[in-house]
């Protein structure tokens, strides 16, 4: 099923570069870094590299999505109904497409799913599309690289930890406010970073289990989660300026309007066929008055 939505959302794209002029796919030239193996110091220089060459300093990024999508990466969101899913990338048709899981309302898991997917295309291009052909401890190497990547992209070492002042769960409170990450990607950040020890780490994960917020951390029913709009916004354009009616979009994409409205994060509705014949429309009628 998600094959296919990628597909679809391939087709959406492609069907709307008719009319519209999307960002060209922008990411750093990596090739310095194919000989090298991937290890822990390899993957904090891709992450520098890429903010970089992204003219991002050492500032927090408060809305990846509208990052990636700024940068030619085809973006959006829907319920992907699996726990074990997050997010995932695919490339169909030399277009690159991320799908977020649009399950677990948070802007800080979202953030971290987006850069963890951009992780992947810029370390595992090659094999995203084919990983039935990895064995366990193979994908399983490749998320842990990847969540290194979206830890130091996000969380760049020396503004960072220039920050952390106090290993308490109440200051990585007010530190998620600023970096918009989660508290627990933080504190992993920490151990990683060998500034807090591996008993400190434990602690600070048991604490969490027992206040509960695994699932659901404090300031996630807060911070603004933010959603993909490119293919919304070419859709509304094309409509605004008459250059398809809703009926037309759906009879050029030949996919349901549910799918359309879902893949392109349109309200459910917006494409509902409008009459635009005023000879189609019922005639008024009202009691007469008596007297």
């Given at each position: 099923m998600q094959r296919i939505r990628v597909k679809w959302v391939a087709k959406i794209h492609s069907y709307l570069e008719q009319f519209i002029d999307f960002p060209e796919l922008n990411l750093p030239d990596t090739t310095r870094f194919e000989d090298k193996e991937c290890d822990n110091l390899t993957i904090e220089e891709l992450a520098l590299l890429t903010r970089n060459y992204w003219e991002l300093g050492d500032k927090p990024i408060s809305n990846m999505v509208n990052l990636l999508e700024k940068h030619g990466i085809v973006v959006t969101a829907l319920e992907i109904n699996d726990n074990k899913i997050d997010a995932f990338c695919q490339t169909r048709e030399k277009r690159t497409i991320i799908i977020l899981g649009d399950d677990k309302k948070s802007a800080a898991r979202r953030n971290f799913d987006c850069a963890h997917e951009l992780g992947h295309l810029l370390m595992h291009r090659h094999i995203i599309d084919d990983q039935e052909q990895l064995s366990r401890e193979e994908l399983k190497r490749m998320e842990a690289q990847a969540d290194r990547f979206a830890s130091a992209f996000l969380l760049p070492q020396e503004a960072f930890i220039r920050m952390v002042v106090s290993p308490k769960l109440e200051h990585f409170k007010d530190l998620k406010r600023y970096w918009k990450v989660s508290m627990a990607a933080m504190i992993r950040r920490?151990?990683?970073?060998d500034y807090i020890s591996e008993n400190q780490y434990k602690y600070l994960n048991k604490q969490m289990a027992f206040r509960k917020m695994k699932k659901k951390e404090p300031l996630d029913d807060v911070l603004h989660v933010p959603s993909p709009t490119l293919l919304s916004r070419a859709i509304e354009m094309i409509l605004?300026?008459?250059?398809?009616?809703?009926e037309e979009l759906i009879i050029d994409l030949?996919?349901?309007?549910?799918?359309i409205e879902m893949l392109s994060t349109l309200k459910p509705g917006r494409?509902?066929?409008?009459?635009?014949?005023?000879n189609d429309q019922v005639a008024t009628i009202s009691l007469k008055e008596k007297g």
């Open positions: 920490c151990y990683d970073l605004e300026h008459g250059l398809k009616t809703e030949q996919l349901p309007q549910k799918d494409l509902n066929p409008k009459s635009r014949n005023n």
